[in-house]
């Protein structure tokens, strides 16, 4: 059973920044990581991405304010966002797979105010 505990969501006017962090239960090294986020009466959707060999994906709609990063030695994934806007507002959740396996992490709540 992998673990993923996030953490760093918070209450942010617009154009703040916050930066969240993933802890995860094993290595990440050799793992797909990601961030998701599903805001109410939404689907959930992918925001940014990193696979193993540390290629990044980002949601259109971040591109140029987020950032995905991670710290093999310490098994931890971030999102760096910065400019936020009140459309940011969402449940942010970690994501970790490998091979067939798969994870989510609990989430956390960030809410942009304008």
Do not use: H
């Not at 993923?4 to 920044?17: F, M, N």
């Not at 959707?45 to 710290?71: C, E, H, N, P, Q």
Request: aromatic residues 10%.
């Amino acid at each position: 059973q992998v673990q993923l505990v996030e953490s760093g969501g918070g209450l942010v006017q617009a154009g703040g920044s916050l930066r969240l962090s993933c802890a995860a239960s094993v290595t990440i090294f050799s793992s797909n990581v990601a961030w998701y986020r599903q805001a109410p009466g939404k689907q959930r959707d992918l925001v940014a991405a990193m696979t193993s060999a540390g290629s990044t994906d980002y949601a259109d709609s971040v591109k140029g304010r987020f950032t995905i990063s991670k710290i093999n030695a310490k098994n931890t994934v971030y999102l760096q966002m910065n400019s936020l806007k009140p459309e940011d507002t969402a449940v942010y959740y970690c994501y970790w797979s490998r091979g067939s396996l798969a994870y989510w992490g609990q989430g956390t709540q960030v809410t942009v105010s304008s």
